[in-house]
């Protein structure tokens, strides 16, 4: 892991009215870095994920991801990331191609490379007889580990997960989890949000929000030691708490 960051973020604040969903974050993540954002559900990830991604506007704070600034350069930034929901983001009722060139398309990539990186993807997953199948027709498995490859077919410098593993089995949690070193060997930094305390082990570091706030940020391993507890979900119990 190099020592260049791919986000840094300082004092960001978002308030909808008087509601205060993002108090003060301060944070940053290195280049190929596994960052696992962990919060409660209304914590303010997904607030903060909105944010980094170009979705929405920070009420204040200086915020750069990929280099670019959240105010002034968001489509160099959306050009510059993926994104993969607990959804998986996939259409239906498109085939496995359809939705491979739909989403390369909207990332700018040319019609030549669509086609060569899609046959050595299809390859790669292991499913080039399904590329006409319609995605409804898939296994949940194979939904979850193509979304997270057409999510990195443009080769962004920066994946965010929100969610991704939400109600599949443990098995297949685990296979996801391969992708994702996957991708961070190559280079890709991966900003996942997860409420599998489990996951949260797999991470290079963790952040925790309770109400809004980052209220830990730390290795897995000095979490625990800090805590003085076996594991990530005694932490965030003694956190919660």
């Known amino acids: 892991m190099t020592e260049e960051k791919i986000i840094t973020v300082k004092n960001l604040v978002k ?20 960052f696992g954002f962990l919060g409660a559900n209304g914590a303010g990830k997904t607030t903060a994920i909105r944010i980094l991604t170009g979705l929405s506007k920070p009420t204040s704070g200086d915020i750069k991801v990929a280099g670019f600034d959240i105010y002034k350069q968001t489509e160099q930034i959306k050009r510059n990331i993926g994104y993969m929901s607990q959804k998986f983001s996939l259409y239906e009722d498109l085939t496995v191609f359809e939705n491979i060139r739909f989403y390369a398309r909207i990332y700018g990539m040319k019609k030549a490379e669509i086609t060569k990186k899609a046959a050595e993807l299809l390859e790669k997953l292991n499913i080039k007889e399904h590329r006409n199948s319609l995605i409804k027709s898939l296994p949940l498995g194979w939904k979850q580990k193509l979304a997270f490859s057409i999510a990195i077919f443009h080769n962004p410098k920066i994946v965010f997960l929100d969610e991704p593993t939400g109600g599949v089995d443990p098995i297949t949690r685990r296979m996801f989890w391969e992708l994702i070193y996957d991708a961070a060997n190559q280079g890709i930094t991966i900003f996942v949000t997860t409420h599998y305390m489990d996951e949260a082990e797999y991470c290079d570091r963790v952040s925790i929000m309770d109400k809004g706030k980052i209220v830990a940020l730390d290795k897995p391993e000095m979490l625990k030691k800090q805590y003085n507890v076996p594991n990530m979900d005694e932490v965030f119990v003694k956190i919660a708490r």
């Open 15 to 34: 308030k909808f009215g008087d509601f205060v969903a993002n108090d003060n974050l301060n944070f940053e993540v290195d280049k190929g870095e596994i």
